[in-house]
């Protein structure tokens, strides 16, 4: 069945540095966008960040622009987010999304806390 499992989440420091992993399983991963999606409590699910099936640069939110670099991998089927500079606002569970033709897939979230 289709899969897709985040990690490397935790709880950081500010100004440290984390990276999210996410593997992806049961469907045409390297057919698919790739993104990473975040929601802070009380808050709307946002877009973090995505990149083309065929990876590349990437698009992202204002907020994390210089920040955080997405990567995927297709021979593994990953997906990654690099973190740095983090700041208390980027605290948030973290969720991976893969997308095509109006299909979703998402994994179940990885928490990222940053705080002193």
């Known amino acids: 069945q289709v899969q897709l499992v985040e990690s490397g989440g935790g709880l950081v420091q500010p100004g440290g540095s984390l990276r999210l992993s996410c593997a992806a399983s049961?469907?045409?991963?390297?057919?698919?966008?790739t993104g990473w999606y975040r929601q802070a409590p009380g808050k709307e699910r946002e877009l973090v960040a995505a990149?083309?099936?065929?990876?590349?640069?990437?698009n992202y939110a204002d907020s994390v622009k210089g920040r955080f670099t997405i990567s995927r991998d297709n021979d593994r089927n990953m997906v990654y987010l690099q973190m740095s500079s983090l700041k208390p606002d980027d605290t948030a569970v973290y969720y991976c999304?893969?997308?095509?033709?109006?299909?979703?897939?998402w994994g179940q979230g990885t928490q990222v806390t940053v705080s002193s």
């Open positions: 990149v083309s099936s065929a990876g590349g640069s990437g």
């Open positions: 999304n893969a997308q095509r033709l109006g299909v979703r897939f």
């Open positions: 049961g469907f045409m991963f390297s057919s698919y966008i």
